[in-house]
């Protein structure tokens, strides 16, 4: 059993804060690294059967621009974070905070890798 951190409201609110810059450089490395990985698939796996795929020079702004987007709406669902830790954390323990914390910053870097993964599936089922 987890011991109560007596953290205020407040101090609460500054813990996830603090815990923001962390998330969002993850989202910013994981999506670079996606698109790194969506790159080489794409280069390696689709365009030899594809001709219509191309990665060109809108295509790389236009995606960053799109993941800039995404990046605002998963910092929106960050703060739900802070709000489910709020409200359902009762015994006001770290241990629920950082779990918390952990397991929608998991989630979060992980999604930007459907992309590549997507695509290499897309592969196996059309050219393979």
């Known amino acids: ?20 810059y962390i998330y969002n450089l993850g989202l910013i490395l994981s999506g670079i690294i996606a698109f790194i990985l969506y790159v ?17 020079l809108f295509t790389i702004v236009f995606q960053g621009i799109s993941y800039l987007v995404m990046i605002v709406f998963a910092n929106l669902f960050y703060s739900l974070g802070v709000i489910n830790d709020l409200n359902n954390n009762k015994e006001n323990t770290n241990d629920f905070r950082k779990n918390l914390f952990n397991l929608g910053f998991w989630f979060s870097v ?19």
Not at 111 to 116: E, I, N, R, S, V
């Open 1 to 20: 059993m987890s011991l109560s951190s007596n953290l205020t409201k407040s101090e609460i609110k500054e813990w996830w804060s603090n815990k923001r």
């Open 40 to 56: 080489i698939v794409g280069v390696n796996f689709i365009m030899p059967y594809d001709e219509d795929f191309d990665i060109t």
């Open 110 to 128: 992980s999604l930007p890798f459907l992309a590549p993964l997507w695509l290499l599936i897309s592969y196996f089922l059309e050219f393979y």
